[in-house]
């Protein structure tokens, strides 16, 4: 069965950055993007951006244009997302999504989930 | 940027009654519209995609419907388990994907 398992919550100070793992399994890696997705406390879900792993390319929300960088590792099937100079506002639940089949651009599974807290 | 906008953003209703919410874009989508739900200390799941396709495991009860720049979430009989928050994504026109702000669907 397909499973996206993040790494653990990280506690973070203003400035720092901060990495997040997403192990894939149950599903041939390369054939599906994989995108990153975050929810501020009692907030929505906003798109942060999405890798696609055969390709090694990305693509980002211009909110977070400079200050992410998501990649992926086809050897262990994993993603990572590395956000830096944070601040308190990136105080979220970071979650990665697999996208559907056949480029569509919804997401069918996704991780856990991983708590970031930014705070001095 | 396309704008989705969800209302209500509470509904209070009572386990049987039947629910609709509501999804709005800013511009029009075609038919790329998902529907989530979202349930405490959870991440999202998929319930429809293309506006009206049930996605594996989606009851029946769920049903959705709309184009362009309107959408319907429909629970025909709400039960215990669908208390949730629910959020609609287009993906119709990006960067960016875009999410509404979500409608919370709590017991009366």
């Known amino acids: 069965q397909v499973q996206l398992v993040q790494s653990g919550a990280e506690v973070k100070k203003p400035g720092a950055s901060v990495r997040i793992s997403c192990k894939a399994s149950?599903?041939?890696?390369?054939?599906?993007?994989l995108h990153w997705i975050r929810q501020a406390p009692g907030q929505g879900l906003e798109w942060m951006g999405r890798?696609?792993?055969?390709?090694?390319?990305?693509n980002y929300a211009q909110k977070f244009q400079g200050r992410v960088t998501i990649t992926a590792d086809k050897s262990t099937s994993t993603a990572y997302m590395e956000l830096s100079s944070l601040r308190s506002e990136d105080t979220a639940v970071y979650y990665c999504?697999?996208?559907?089949?056949?480029?569509?651009?919804?997401?069918?599974?996704w991780g856990q989930g991983t708590r970031v807290t930014v705070s001095s | 940027e396309i704008v989705m906008t969800q209302s209500p953003a509470t509904l209070s209703v009572s386990p049987g009654e039947r629910v609709t919410l509501s999804c709005r874009a800013s511009q029009s989508v075609s038919s790329k519209l998902a529907w989530y739900q979202q349930k405490p200390g959870q991440a999202p799941r998929l319930l429809i995609y293309?506006?009206?396709t049930r996605a594996i495991g989606t009851p029946a009860r769920f049903s959705g419907s709309g184009s362009g720049t309107d959408f319907t979430l429909t629970i025909s009989s709400l039960e215990s388990e669908d208390f949730a928050i629910y959020y609609c994504?287009?993906?119709?026109?990006?960067?960016?994907?875009?999410f509404g702000g979500g409608t919370k669907v709590e017991i009366k």
């Open positions: 999504a697999r996208e559907a089949p056949r480029q569509t651009t919804y997401f069918d599974y």
């Open positions: 149950g599903y041939t890696f390369g054939s599906y993007s």
């Open positions: 994504q287009q993906y119709n026109k990006w960067p960016p994907l875009t």
């Open positions: 890798i696609i792993p055969i390709l090694g390319i990305a």
């Open positions: 293309g506006a009206s």
